[in-house]
């Protein structure tokens, strides 16, 4: 059986990426592919009490802390979920990977760059996606997209009430990745229309999965 085929959709806070994942995953089903549609943190049930330490704003993490939290969440996703699916011969569609560990723990953070993909080799067992799409967007349309969904009435998680300069840092680190590794990383702009977007990513993913 052929290996199935890993994609990834990455992206700042309100860059639409996990609309435009579950469009793609829906896309692919109906027209008679096997895919599923997966998340980090959070897409096992140890990744989902992982998940409500990580984003809880009232849970003060060291960075340190924080990134061996996402860092175990992957461990335990790749072990038990994605790497079997692969294995199945099915699309894996993730919202969010170890890039995000790198934009937000690495740029944003500040965290030793090195030390950090070394530990991500490790949580990932080096499983790389075959395509990363990098939804790129100005931080401020982004966080405004992410107010204007959440209302007043819900509070923030730990990175959607950051400063800008936070965001903006680690927009920087997705268009480094993109810049360093453009044969697997592509930056779609997602400031346009959503079904501009969904389009291009369509056409992204064809040309690895086919039709």
Known sequence: MARGVFITL?????SGKTTQAAILADHLNRNGRRAILTHEPGGTRAGQAIRAIFLDPAVALEVSAELLLVLADRAQHVREKLTPALE???IVISDRYSDSTVAYQG????FDMALLRNLND???NRLKPDLTIVLDCPVETGLARTRARMGSAVRSDRFEGEQIEFHQRVRDG???????EPARVTLVDAAREPEIVTARIFDLVRRVAGD
Do not use: D
């Open 10 to 14: 990455e992206g700042v806070e309100g």
């Open 88 to 90: 199945a011969g099915t």
């Open 107 to 110: 740029y944003g953070r500040g």
């Open 122 to 124: 490790l949580a990932s």
């Open 174 to 180: 997705f268009l480094a990745i993109a810049a360093a």
